[in-house]
């Protein structure tokens, strides 16, 4: 007996938890943004992109319709002028 490829079950377990966050307007990716800044208010998002091991135009992307949804808000890092802290 050959047992099921685990990035198929990978692949239908995130499937899964999409169609129900997509209820919520959310996707996978966005909820763990989401999970990531709740655990650490004022990340920054370079630290938050290292964290979550995406790149940062990704994370740019997933950001910017929970900014304008107001799921998170952003402000510019008072120490780094260039860069941004999710709340």
């Not at 929970?66 to 780094?80: C, N, S, V, Y």
């Amino acid at each position: 007996m050959q047992l099921p490829r685990t990035e198929d079950n990978r692949a239908r377990g995130l499937a899964f938890y999409d169609r129900f966050l997509a209820l919520a307007g959310l996707s996978s990716v966005q909820f763990s943004l989401l999970a990531e800044i709740h655990s650490a208010p004022g990340i920054a998002m370079q630290t938050l992109s290292k964290q979550l091991v995406m790149d940062r135009m990704s994370i740019v992307c997933a950001i910017q319709p929970l900014t304008r949804t107001g799921f998170i808000e952003q402000q510019a890092d008072p120490e780094i002028p260039v860069s941004w802290q999710c709340f």
